[in-house]
Nanobody
Framework: QVHLVESGGGLVQPGGSLRLSCAVS????????MAWHRQAPGMQRELVAA??????SYADSVKGRFTISRDSAKSTVYLQMTSLKPEDTAVYYC???????WGQGTQVTVSS
């Protein structure tokens, strides 16, 4: 069973940066296809970024600002977020695409 634990969220000012981490355990195969979703208050969850093999994809709203990556040796997936905006405020979830597993989420708040 795939287990995911996110970390790295917090409060940041507009224009700032954060790096989210997702520790993956239970399956090294799960690392090959991972994604980050987010859910803002009163909104539906949305796909932010995904990585499958060597390919990455991003929501239009974060393209050019967010970068998804993985470190297989550490069994960790990252989401580097730059030029953060107040509308990026949400709970961010790490997901394993093949197993459908979700982490518990980490809060990101962008505010001055």
């Amino acid at each position: 069973q795939v287990h995911l634990v996110e970390s790295g969220g917090g409060l940041v000012q507009p224009g700032g940066s954060l790096r989210l981490s997702c520790a993956v355990s239970g399956s090294t195969f799960a690392l090959s296809a991972m994604a980050w979703h987010r859910q803002a208050p009163g909104m539906q969850r949305e796909l932010v970024a995904a990585i499958s093999g060597s390919s990455t994809s991003y929501a239009d709203s974060v393209k050019g600002r967010f970068t998804i990556s993985r470190d297989s040796a550490k069994s960790t997936v990252y989401l580097q977020m730059t030029s953060l905006k107040p509308e990026d405020t949400a709970v961010y979830y790490c997901t394993a695409i093949r197993s459908g597993s979700w982490g518990q989420g980490t809060q990101v708040t962008v505010s001055s």
